[in-house]
């Protein structure tokens, strides 16, 4: 029977997994589709499948997003989620009383959703579970790539944002807030709405978000966008720019500056010559905004770099921290 250890990367968005000393990322929409004529719990899909369902909107299902903001909301949806999950990646020789869970979760994860988890993985047959933080999993898969883990990583994510000064397998100093890819979209929207009395989704916002959204001042790009007229009451058509979003995007992006800049005031005299050479890596969703890396240099006064697949860095950084804890027993 096989002996493996296996990562999961427990996010609001996505949930991450992947085996130790296997080369591959697996990513699940964190989603699960509940049927509603019948008993709680029956869950009828997990992943894609249970979006698919949440697109076609049918009624027959209920939509459930069992983490937000680094907790677990539902804990039977999360399982369902998890078992699945699993068992698309193990193989069949696998031996989980032999096996070992390296579990990625946010600086903010309460103690609660902790003992959720750790109940979850006991009951499916692991021998154990070792909660690893997300900065701290960012930053040695910055050292994979990169060749160090002391720095400044920042990963905006969808709800989240976690700033930390990280030092090897240890956070020196942090902030995780809820200040994230939600709160830009919810920018994005009011924008549209008071500038041109159009009302739009959360997908035309994202759309927006993904196509539009820049740090270049003069970018001229324009998007056309559909929604519906407030003073007409009817769907029709606008165009938005890459300019006219700039100082939103700006102030948006000026807070987070301002986090990371105040790290160094609670960083030890000792580190901070270290970790201000190496300067920042960027992770997480917004990490890819056009401009933004330039836009950080200068606020920064420090070197910033784009982890590249940034989205699976979570898994990838627990990976290499579980091969270090094994090489040392």
Known sequence: MAKMDIVV???SKFLGLGIVDRDFVSREPCVVAEEKQHIKNNYVAFGIKALQAEKNDDGSCTI???VQNGQIIDADAFEYLLT?????????????PKMKAYCVISCCTSDETKKIIDNIFNKLGFKKVEFVYSPVADAFSARKEIGFSSCITINMGNELTQICAVDGDKIISGVTMQWAGVQLLAKITEYARNKYN??????????????????YPNNMSTIRIKGVNTLKNVEEYFEISSRELYETTYEFFEKIVDIANSLFMSLPISKVEKIRSNGVVLFGGLAAVEGLEKFLVEALKMPVRLKLNSENSGVEGA????EMINSQN
Do not use: E, R, T
């Open 9 to 11: 990367d427990i996010g």
């Open 64 to 66: 459930i997003h069992p």
């Open 84 to 96: 699945c999950s699993l068992q698309k990646i193990l193989p069949s020789s696998a031996f989980l």
């Open 198 to 215: 159009m009302v739009i989704g959360p997908k035309q916002a994202d759309k927006i978000l993904v196509n539009s959204i820049s740090l």
């Open 319 to 322: 990976k290499v921290y579980a």
